[in-house]
């Protein structure tokens, strides 16, 4: 199994900026591409940005493309997505997702059935 755990989530103002890690344990070997999505309340929760094992691959909602950079040391087994420039619009909780490896290290899944582990989350709020 793998664990996943997140951090750096809180409070800032329209305009600032957050660092949010996630950092994996457990069956580390086994993963591939990670990935982060958010749930905000009452909504589903939806993707937001994916990186390949090989970390050179990425991928992002339209909604945070120039604002928002995922990343990762595979050495630390940690991802990390890096939000500027937040809006109200990106309160929600965060989830660090991981895959498990099957073929290739350069995909960046957007699914949430193409994720086999999740984190427990952690609140992003933006106040206006």
């Known amino acids: 199994q793998v664990q996943l755990l997140e951090s750096g989530g809180g409070w800032v103002q329209a305009g600032g900026s957050l660092r949010v890690s996630c950092v994996a344990s457990?069956?580390?070997?086994?993963?591939?591409?990670m990935g982060w999505f958010r749930q905000a309340p009452g909504k589903e929760r939806e993707f937001v940005a994916a990186?390949?094992?090989?970390?050179?691959?990425?991928a992002y909602t339209e909604h945070v493309k120039g604002r928002f950079t995922i990343s990762r040391d595979n050495a630390k087994n940690t991802v990390y997505l890096q939000m500027n420039s937040l809006k109200p619009e990106d309160t929600a909780v965060y989830y660090c997702?991981?895959?498990?490896?099957?073929?290739?290290?350069?995909?960046?899944?957007?699914?949430?059935?193409?994720?086999?582990?999740w984190g427990q989350g952690t609140q992003v709020t933006v106040s206006s």
């Open positions: 457990g069956r580390t070997f086994s993963i591939n591409a």
């Open positions: 990186i390949s094992g090989s970390a050179t691959n990425t």
């Open positions: 997702a991981a895959g498990r490896s099957s073929g290739s290290y350069y995909v960046t899944p957007t699914t949430i059935e193409e994720y086999n582990y």
